[in-house]
């Protein structure tokens, strides 16, 4: 008798171990589970935030296509976890049209970008792609010829943001009469035009934008800023600035570079 008890209680031990194991094993599965889909619907909505954090046409046509890939990659992958979720079967249709209708030899230019905030959004959606093309590199998931080519032409939007965020200050202290000011920030573009100018490719835009800087010293230097002599000043400055804006969105060949798989 007491040998049959003694079976029992083992056999039930057992069973209670094996019902522990299993619960474990169980919940270890659910929580990977609910880390990997949070880490899914994290970088979804990231990818989602970038996309439309960038002007319509700002991108050049090979790193817009890289977010749409990147972006259907991940709602295929959330599709595979939540399969009932038609939400993201719709987002996979949808992105998957737009990656699709990207048109190959697109050269219409956005508008000058005027506004502080979107320019600094924009500047931060810069660095978090930069990092993304990194990562994709990192795990060989692109070689390094087509990472360089895409960190190229993040590089010059980056670039074309800084000098537009200078050139942006520059018009904003002029208008407060502060000539000076003006002059500085705008010193400040021409040395970061200057500075990637080996091609030569912003050999008009330099030229511009001396000739800004040299009308604004005459300015900044003059005694007299009358009225009678302000108006003609400005007026010729004004056409100086539209012509140097002019020359920032047509100076976009680094944009037609495509890159291929």
């Known amino acids: 008798m007491s040998t049959y008890i003694v079976a029992s209680i083992i056999i039930l031990l057992s069973a209670l171990a094996c019902y522990a194991f299993i619960s474990q094993a169980i919940e270890k599965k659910r929580v990977q589970k609910q880390r990997i889909l949070m880490t899914l619907k994290t970088k979804h909505r990231n990818f989602v935030h970038m996309l439309n954090g960038f002007p319509q046409n700002f991108l050049p046509v090979d790193l817009l ?20 979720n038609t939400r993201l079967q719709d987002e996979i249709l949808l992105y998957s049209n ?5 048109v190959k030899n697109n050269t219409t230019q956005s508008a000058l970008l005027e506004d502080p905030q979107q320019m600094k959004d924009i500047r931060q959606h810069l660095q978090e792609l930069q990092r993304f093309v990194q990562q994709l590199e990192a795990l060989k998931t692109i070689h390094k010829v087509q990472a ?8 010059q939007l980056a670039l074309k943001m800084a000098v537009d965020t200078y050139t942006y200050h520059a018009k904003q202290a002029q208008q407060n009469g502060k000539t000076r000011l003006a002059i500085h920030y705008l010193t ?25 800087l040299v009308q604004l010293e005459e300015k900044a230097q003059s005694n007299d800023e009358s009225k009678n002599t302000a108006a003609p000043q ?9 012509n140097f804006n002019k020359t920032e969105q047509d100076s976009t060949d680094w944009k037609k570079k495509q890159i291929y798989d």
């Open 65 to 84: 296509s890289l977010i749409y890939r990147a972006l259907i990659n991940t709602c295929e992958q959330l599709n595979r976890i939540e399969p009932n």
């Open 98 to 102: 737009q990656l699709n209708a990207l």
């Open 148 to 155: 360089k080519a895409y960190l190229e032409q993040i590089k």
């Open 188 to 212: 400040l573009a021409k040395k970061l035009l200057t500075a990637e100018n080996i091609t030569h490719a912003f050999d008009k835009q330099i030229a511009q934008l001396t000739t800004v």
């Open 234 to 242: 400005n007026n010729q400055a004004s056409k100086e600035w539209d």
